[in-house]
């Protein structure tokens, strides 16, 4: 089936630098969607990208949808303490013909921690 | 507008007991999905309700079920719970059939002992 392959596994940072995750499949993706989770709560919704190609701003995240919709990334630009967390990428799965597969298909995460 | 609620948050079992989880979905959002999540396999679809109806499942055995009442309220049921059951279920809801832009409640933890 789809997988998604998210790098890196967890990062540390220092309060103020920037941030790069990304999302790779060997598949193709109609959608992806970037969402973070906090300690004792569901994933947030952060950003939702429809074409490839596309780049999309959410505050200081940014994401991009790969030209060849096989991959994404999120950048969060001047970290600072409350983006602790976990990032997920997630994809609408895609039938071999490219129609819906009617399901998000999520990376493992990235587990994001910001020193002050 | 008030978000996915999930009751119960926390629920502890024993092995070969059942279980029933609830959601009610955001107001106007007619489409369900159940997820579990475990730290070894992270999130995984179980399934998706949208009118009442199972459009999509996930690969987890017979055991895992769930149905869809008129109000978009959605359950799932474990039967014959097993230790590997102990997971955060997280309910999502989306606007329509397409399931892109899902909003997710806060998740019940279930301990299976």
């Known amino acids: 089936g789809q997988q998604l392959n998210q790098s890196p596994q967890s990062m540390f940072i220092q309060e103020g630098e920037d941030v790069s995750m990304n999302c790779t499949s060997s598949s193709i993706f109609n959608t992806w969607l970037w969402y973070k989770q906090e300690p004792g709560e569901g994933p947030v919704l952060l950003i939702a990208?429809?074409?490839?190609?596309e780049l999309t701003s959410n505050g200081r995240l940014t994401a991009q949808f790969g030209i060849t919709r096989k991959d994404s990334f999120l950048n969060i630009s001047a970290s600072i303490p409350s983006d602790v967390g976990i990032y997920f990428c997630?994809?609408?799965?895609?039938?071999?013909?490219?129609?819906?597969?009617?399901?998000?298909?999520f990376g493992k995460g990235t587990k994001l921690s910001v020193k002050p | 507008k008030a978000g996915v609620t999930q009751t119960p948050r926390y629920l502890i079992k024993t092995r070969g007991q059942q279980v029933t989880l609830s959601c009610s979905p955001i107001?106007?959002?007619?489409?369900v999905s159940w997820y579990q999540q475990t730290p070894g396999q992270g999130l995984q679809f179980l399934f998706e309700?949208?009118?009442?109806?199972?459009?999509n499942k996930g690969n987890f055995p017979g055991r895992f079920s769930g149905r869809q009442f008129s109000n978009s309220r959605s359950e799932m049921n474990v039967s014959t719970l097993e230790l590997g059951d102990s997971a955060l279920y997280l309910c999502?809801?989306?606007?329509?059939?397409?399931?892109?832009?899902?909003?997710f409640g806060p998740g019940t933890r279930l301990t299976v002992t």
């Open positions: 990208l429809y074409k490839a190609g």
């Open positions: 999502a809801s989306s606007l329509s059939g397409q399931n892109y832009e899902q909003y």
């Open positions: 107001s106007g959002h007619r489409s």
């Open positions: 309700y949208f009118s009442e109806t199972q459009r």
């Open positions: 997630a994809g609408e799965g895609t039938l071999n013909y490219g129609g819906s597969q009617g399901n998000l298909i």
